[in-house]
């Protein structure tokens, strides 16, 4: 059974576990924020945050961690309050007629049970009942959640025309994000030294990289030798092979070795830590960038959803504006 339905809703709410949930209905719940006639909880801010503020204490702690919660918290009370704005706002479009038919929250929920649950509903019901809650909770989330999703789509004029001068300015701009990095097709024989307990030394095993330099040297196939002598489970049956890679796939110094090699070129036997290393490289891409003609289309979806960002922006501003709001924590 997979949770994965649950980040469905994870904008409105974070699901906690039974204990966690008995151990907040012992504290007395208080308020973050009034909007308007309505209120936002702390408890409601809790859950919103509550997996992400897991995350960053396994990360941070002190004065770090005080900041990097507050900021979070900040946010979180934010994004409720917009929330809560986007609901009064459709409340009063419900006194006109506007509704969302029941079909359309049913239609979500049996979606949800095929896709996340294999149609089984027993089997969703029973995970909503471990999370504590009812399908008929579960559906009044995901009717707000389709509200919220619908009147910000509908403040948003489809209509944007990007012109060229901006696509070729965004792409002046960010042209580090198009970067190709120089590159290597590298093949590698992997020899470990024995442990302290074992009768081959560690001379041995250097002396095998040895032999073996000198058969590539001699026009040994190197995936040949890589199969028959590599000690790295995940490449030896394929020859050796690492496939294209970027200077930060190895180390240091196995990079700086095998980045200095030319295409076709075996390196010496380079002894890195516990193990020997032969590597061959079999062909270079230098550092590159995408060009705009590549990432045209990209930039444009970019910055089109910027301008649809900003044109949501202004008409939560709007609703700020005209709206009673006090945060209280």
Known sequence: MRFSVFASITVLLVLTTGPARAQKAE?????????????????????????????????????????KLQEMRSAAIKDLIDRQLILQE?????????NIPD?????????????????????????????????TRFKEIEREKIIVQALRQAKVNENFVVSPTQIQAYYNKNKG?????????????????????????????????????QKLASGAEFARMAEMYSEDDTTRDAGGDWGWIERNTLNEQ??????????????????????????????????????MTEVREEIERNLMQQERMKVQDRWLETLRKKAYIKILT
């Open 103 to 135: 079909y359309v929250i049913d239609d979500r929920l049996q979606s949800i049970i095929r896709e996340e649950f294999g149609g089984d509903r027993s089997a969703f019901v029973r995970t909503l009942q471990a999370q504590g809650y009812t399908v």
């Open 254 to 291: 196995l990079s700086k070795v095998a980045f200095s090699l030319r295409a076709g070129q075996v390196s010496d036997v380079v002894r890195a830590a516990d193990s020997y290393y032969i590597m061959m490289v079999e062909a270079r891409k230098n550092a590159s960038v995408k060009p």
């Open 177 to 213: 994000a198009y970067a190709i990095p120089e590159q290597i097709k590298l093949r590698m024989i992997v020899l470990r030294e024995g442990t302290a307990g074992d009768v081959p030394g560690a001379g041995n095993k250097a002396q095998t990289a040895e032999e073996i330099r």
């Open 27 to 67: 504290v007395i719940d208080g308020l973050a924020a009034i909007v308007n006639k309505d209120v936002i909880t702390i408890s409601q801010v809790r859950e919103l945050i509550g997996a992400r503020e897991r995350s960053l204490r396994e990360v941070y702690s002190g004065p770090d961690l005080a900041a």
């Open 90 to 98: 459709f409340r009063k479009m419900q006194e006109k007629g506007a």
